[in-house]
């Protein structure tokens, strides 16, 4: 007996894989897809807006939580470095920088925006110097720092790094050199930067680091630089404060002084 074969019918095989003829109807038959509802414009700025005042407000937050502790971090770092470029004062008083003079309290001014000025005195009452805040950009930032100074004699009583962003291992030698920073002690103002072996022992040569040579003129230039603006102001006040001091000498014995 011989078998028959089974056929296939081409109208099911064209019409099964590809759908309607147009092409319009979904695959192999099956729903339609169902597009996503689209978000209205308001409700995505309203989002936005809501989650940038949350992450405003814990940004004030924080920054209300932290900044005492950072004040009081800044003001400890502050007074002991006074206290190394003054050579260890017993006390000293802050003076406000108003106009071309000195003021330990200026009356009706907003001292919170005012430079200032330190000065330090002795266990009897001495004056011993000022210490004073400058900063400029070195190689890589600013560099701030505060130095000692004696109007009197016109000598340098120390240097500090207070900020620094200067190249590991070059331009940070300005802080951590000891032998640079000693150069400072005692040096008469102003200053002049040397390179290593070209100095001529003349007064207020300050030898700079190898390889570090702009930030060490940078410390240079700024501690000229704060004396020449504040030379006529800290002469003023000492001539002020030495008037102040004789007047209320009590006279020697005899009514005469």
């Known amino acids: 007996m011989s078998e028959k ?8 095989s064209s019409s099964g894989a590809s759908g309607s003829a147009d092409g319009s109807g979904p695959p192999n038959g099956g729903p339609p897809p169902v597009m996503p ?45 006074i ?21 330990a309290s200026p009356a009706s001014v907003d001292t919170a925006g005012l430079e200032r000025v330190y000065l330090g005195f002795d266990a009897e009452g001495r004056s011993l110097g000022y210490a004073i805040v400058g900063g400029e950009p070195g190689f890589q930032d600013v560099i701030r720092l505060i130095f000692g100074y004696e109007p009197t004699t016109g000598h340098v009583l ?29 040096v008469m ?6 390179k290593r072996g070209a100095g001529r022992g003349v007064d207020g040569e300050v030898e700079m680091v190898t390889g570090a040579t702009i930030s060490s003129r940078t410390v240079i230039d700024i501690i000229n630089h704060r004396l020449a603006d504040l030379e006529g102001p800290l002469r003023a006040f000492d001539a002020a404060r030495a008037v102040e001091q004789t007047a209320s000498t009590p006279p020697p014995p005899g009514g005469r002084r």
């Open 83 to 103: 206290d190394e470029v003054l050579g260890g004062p017993d006390h000293y008083e802050t003076l406000f920088v108003v106009g071309d003079e000195l003021s």
């Open 37 to 81: 509802e689209t978000a209205p414009t308001w409700r995505l700025l309203a989002t936005l807006a809501v989650a940038g005042a949350l992450a405003g407000l814990l940004l004030v937050l924080v920054f209300q939580a932290t900044d005492p502790a950072i004040q009081a971090h800044r003001a400890r770092v502050l007074a002991e470095a």
């Open 158 to 186: 120390g240097m500090k790094v207070l900020e620094s962003k200067e190249t590991p291992g070059l331009g940070d030698k300005i802080e951590k050199d000891s032998v640079f920073v000693g150069r400072f002690l005692g």
């Open 5 to 12: 074969l089974p056929t296939v019918s081409g109208t099911s």
């Open 189 to 194: 103002a102003p200053l002049l930067g040397v």
